[in-house]
Structures are given as structure tokens and as C-alpha cells.
């Protein structure tokens, strides 16, 4: 009997994932079909999430593939007898697919120059059987049919000018590029694909460039994770000891203090066992006497009273005199004191490490160590300015307080210079009441009058504006805007050397204002300038 023949079409034996006849193929619990090694190279690429690409039913853990013995004896079976199922080429995205397929579209075999379209195999019959498609011209399927015909002449571009640098036809250059240096375009081509070589060469080169420079980055980010693991395992465990550190002190002191306490406890309560007996000796004395007093006989008054002792000149008064407490107030104001010190400490620490780990970091601010005592220079003060507490303190008086001439002082701005030029590493800080001031450093050179004598307005000082809306940065007249809104209290960091001035908010963590990083070419003065009426600024 014959074998039943059946047209089955090749999408039953395709795989979903390359599109192709299935090569090797395996089931999936869910009952899709894929070749092996494209389901394999999916499950890799999708990072351990195991799911099939039709239904996305997930498998955990990942399946055992198992092969489909019929399916892969069915396709071989289809393969050898040469069904049109085995024998369907789908087009994939960088095919030339048919123009003349409907639905899903199957590879294109040839390119009619002449339509100007492209045909499988099947649409293809009528041009190599038909009289009426002979002087079809047809060539390798392309996408780019139009660019390969001359739009004048319908022919084929097999031609190049390198005159005119363009693919022309046969046509064109016996006419318009008649005297043209004219060569056939696989000639010309073949030349060009030796300088293509070359820039190929020099692409590789530089992918190979660029690689060396990615796995540099990939190892630098490993050694900066590292080290960035290890700084905080280190940081913590100094933090750690730092605070088991306070704990152990904290656990010293309290154990002194309770020592003390016993101390002077068991010294008060000797005083008062010590005056309850004098007090019952007295009370006892008390007694007698008043039992005395109620005697009639004036002979026995008599002599009983001779014959009791005198009362003992009171000697409890300097015992009974306990000192006062102020060793527990000392310690209590001792810790307070390391407390201030030690949050000062930690708010540079916080302050360094910041600025170390801020992008474009500049060099090490200076510890408290490096605090700088300012003082403010009379003779430069604007006459509307009072300075007071050992210079330290400027108000704005709103009137002329007259005081002697000097070539030093502003004339049009209320202003001041320190008295002394800050170099090196230094910090101060100013605190400032009213709407408005400014917190500057400039060089002694700066001028006296007019509208460079203004901090910020003039290159030879920097001026950070507080506002009690906000702030901002100016110098050599070209202000930046400062997102941050200060406190009264601002902190100025100054490394003369390594040009770097840093304005900071001092409150409960010091924040960053405004950073410059630049070159001081004199020593430079702190400034500050008064902007409201009876406000005052204070250098600490």
C-alpha cells in the first residue's frame, strides 16, 4: 500500500527562537519544541530565570532537557524526502525576503532588475519559464534595488567614476562621463577593499584599544570596590574601639565617682553618729538640769549644781563642716567640656572625610588644631563701624563714630580687614546677626574706596554673601549662586599653598557652602562686611 503523503507546512517544525528547521530537538515539561542549543543559549542569557519563550511558563530549578525522539526522526524523515515542509526558507530580519509572498514571507532567491522586486523560488517560475520575462535582467537578491539601477536608464550600475567619485551605468559613461576616468565598479572595488583592510585594521586596533582600557576599568572597579569594603571594615572597627574606648572612661569615671561618693558618705555619717550622741549627752544634761530646777531644798540646789559639769565648748562646728560638692560639678563640667571638644573633633573628621571623598577632592582641610585667633584691624574699619571685645566684634553703628584718619580704612563700605595675614592651613569662624554680611578673605592690596573696594567686586578678594534667604559666592565681580541656606555661623577653611578657600554652615554637621580651589599670589586677611543697621558680626 502507499504511503499517505502529508503537506504539512514548516512552521510545525520550526523552532520559535532561530526559525529554522528544528536541529536536535527537545521538549519542554510545558510541551514547546526548541532546538537544544538555542534553548540552552537562552536560558543563559535570561541570568538564571529558566521560562519558556512561547508560553513563559518558569521552571525551577532548571529542566533536564530531554530529546524529542519522533519530532527528530520526523524532520529527518522530512529532510530526506525532500518535502516542501523540509525545503521552506523563512525570511529572517537580515534576509532579502519575498515581495510576492503574503502572510509569512519566505527568502527571496533573485532580484528582477527590471520589476525591480525580489521573488522566492515559487514567484520566481514565471520569469525562467514565461517568453514575456526573458529580457528580465536578474541578479542576487538585494535590498537596495533602487540604488543599483540608473533612475535615466534603467540599467544596472556596473560601472564607477572616479572623476565624479559615483557608481554610474555602462549607459552614463558613454554619455555624460565620456571623458571621465571611467573603470568597471568590481575593479574599483577591489582597490577600495585595500583601503577598507586598512580601516578595519585600524578599527580593530582600536576596539583592542578600547578593551585593553575596559578590562583596566573592570579591574579598577573590583580594586575599588575592594578597597572601599576594606576602608569601611577599618573605619568601623577604629569607630568600635573609639566608643568601647568612651565606654571603658565612662565606666572609670563612674566608678571614681561612686568611690568618692563612699568616701565622703561614710565621713558624713561618722559626723552624724557623732552629733546624735552629743545631742543625747545634751538632751541627758537637759534632763538633770531641769529635774534640778525643780528642786526645793536650796541646800540641794545648791550642791547638785556645783557638783554638775559645765556643758564642753562646742568643738562639732569645724567636723560638722562638710566642704562643698564642687568636685562632682569639676567632673560634671570637665565632661562637658571634652563632649564640646570631642564634637568638634568629629565634625572635622566628618568635614575631611567629605571632601576626600568629593568628586575633583581637594587637599586635607585643616583639624581643629589649626584654629586661628583673628582679630580685626581698627585702622581699616569703615568709620560707621565699632569694634569691641578685644577687636573681635564689629557693630554697625549707623553713625560716624570719628575716628582718626588713616590711608588704610574703607571709605564707602562698611568694612574691615584682620589685623594679622592668615598663610598656611587655618580655620576661623564668624558669627553674624541682621538681614545680610560678608564673609571675605583679601589681599591687604585691595583698594580703599569706589566700587572695587567691595569684597567680591575685584580680584584681589572672595566674598561668600549670607542672606537670610540664602547665599552666594562672588569674586573679581562675577557671583555663583549658592543652593544651600547658611546659619548665623559660618566657617572659613584657608590653605594659602594648595589655593584652597572653603566656606562651611557650621550647625548641627557641617555642611559645604562653597569650595574654590585657586592660586593666592599675597598673604591673605580675613574681611567681613556689615550690611544691616545695628547688626554686628564676631569672630570666634
Not at 287 to 303: G, K
Not at 417 to 431: D, K, P, R, T
Not at 489 to 514: E, I, K, N, P
Request: proline content about 4%; aromatic content about 6%.
Amino acid at each position: 500500500m502507499e504511503k499517505t503523503r502529508v503537506d504539512l507546512q514548516k512552521e510545525s517544525f520550526s523552532c520559535s527562537i532561530c526559525l529554522e528547521l528544528l536541529r536536535d530537538p527537545v521538549a519542554l515539561p510545558c510541551g514547546h519544541n526548541y532546538c537544544k542549543i538555542c534553548i540552552e543559549s537562552y536560558w543563559d542569557d535570561e541570568r538564571n530565570i529558566y521560562e519558556c519563550p512561547q508560553c513563559r511558563q518558569i521552571f525551577i530549578p532548571r529542566p533536564r532537557l530531554q530529546k524529542n525522539v519522533m519530532l527528530a526522526e520526523l524532520v529527518q524523515e522530512l529532510k530526506k524526502t525532500g518535502s516542501p515542509a523540509a525545503d521552506l526558507c523563512y525570511a529572517g530580519p537580515e534576509d532579502v525576503a519575498c515581495d510576492s509572498c503574503t502572510g509569512r514571507k519566505l527568502k527571496a532567491h533573485k532580484s528582477c532588475l527590471v520589476c525591480r522586486v525580489s521573488y522566492c523560488e515559487q514567484h520566481l517560475q514565471p520569469h525562467l519559464e514565461a517568453p514575456a520575462f526573458r529580457r528580465h535582467k536578474l541578479v542576487q537578491p538585494s535590498k537596495q534595488l533602487q540604488e543599483i539601477i540608473c533612475s535615466q536608464h534603467d540599467e544596472e550600475k556596473k560601472m564607477f567614476c572616479r572623476s565624479d567619485q559615483q557608481v554610474i551605468c555602462h549607459l552614463c559613461a558613454l554619455e555624460k562621463h565620456k571623458d571621465h576616468d571611467t573603470v568597471l565598479a568590481a575593479t574599483e572595488r577591489r582597490e577600495r577593499e585595500k583601503e577598507l583592510e586598512q580601516r578595519r585594521g585600524r578599527v580593530k586596533k582600536k576596539i583592542q584599544d578600547k578593551e585593553k582600557d575596559l578590562k583596566r576599568l573592570q579591574l579598577e572597579e573590583k580594586k575599588i570596590a575592594l578597597c572601599a569594603n576594606k576602608t569601611v571594615m577599618d573605619s568601623q572597627q577604629t569607630l568600635i574601639q573609639l566608643i568601647q574606648n568612651i565606654q571603658r572612661r565612662m565606666s572609670k569615671v563612674e566608678e571614681q565617682i561612686r568611690s568618692r561618693q563612699e568616701t565622703e558618705t561614710a565621713r558624713v555619717r561618722g559626723l552624724q553618729e557623732q552629733l546624735e550622741q552629743d545631742i543625747a549627752e545634751l538632751k541627758k544634761k537637759d534632763a538633770e538640769l531641769q529635774q534640778l530646777s525643780h528642786t526645793h531644798s536650796h541646800t540641794v540646789f545648791l550642791q547638785n549644781l556645783s557638783s554638775l559639769s559645765e556643758v564642753s565648748e562646742d568643738t562639732f562646728s569645724s567636723r560638722t563642716h562638710v566642704p562643698p560638692h564642687h568636685c562632682f560639678e569639676e567632673v560634671a563640667a570637665a565632661v562637658a567640656a571634652s563632649r564640646a571638644l570631642l564634637q568638634d573633633l568629629l565634625r572635622d573628621l566628618w568635614t575631611n572625610i567629605s571632601l576626600i571623598l568629593t568628586p575633583q577632592s581637594a587637599p586635607r582641610l585643616p583639624l581643629l588644631t589649626h584654629s586661628r585667633d583673628v582679630t580685626l584691624d581698627p585702622n581699616t574699619a569703615h568709620s560707621k563701624l565699632l569694634l569691641s571685645e578685644g577687636n573681635r566684634r564689629v557693630t554697625n553703628m549707623r553713625k560716624d563714630q570719628s575716628p582718626p584718619p588713616h590711608p588704610d580704612r574703607f571709605t564707602d563700605y562698611l568694612q574691615v580687614l584682620s589685623e594679622n595675614s592668615l598663610s598656611g592651613c587655618c580655620y576661623w569662624e564668624v558669627e553674624w546677626t541682621g538681614l545680610a554680611a560678608e564673609v571675605a578673605v583679601a589681599y591687604r592690596s585691595i583698594s580703599r574706596s569706589g566700587g572695587e573696594s567691595l569684597f567680591g567686586c575685584n580680584d584681589k578678594s572672595w566674598s561668600l554673601h549670607c542672606h537670610n534667604s540664602g547665599c552666594s559666592f562672588k569674586h573679581n565681580s562675577v557671583t555663583t549662586k549658592v543652593s544651600s541656606v547658611p546659619s548665623s555661623r559660618v566657617r572659613v577653611y584657608l590653605d594659602h599653598s594648595a589655593g584652597l578657600l572653603s566656606f562651611f554652615d557650621v550647625s548641627g554637621t557641617m555642611t559645604l557652602l562653597h569650595r574654590v580651589q585657586t592660586t593666592f599670589n599675597e598673604p591673605l586677611h580675613a574681611g567681613v562686611l556689615v550690611w544691616s543697621k545695628c547688626a554686628f558680626l564676631k569672630l570666634n
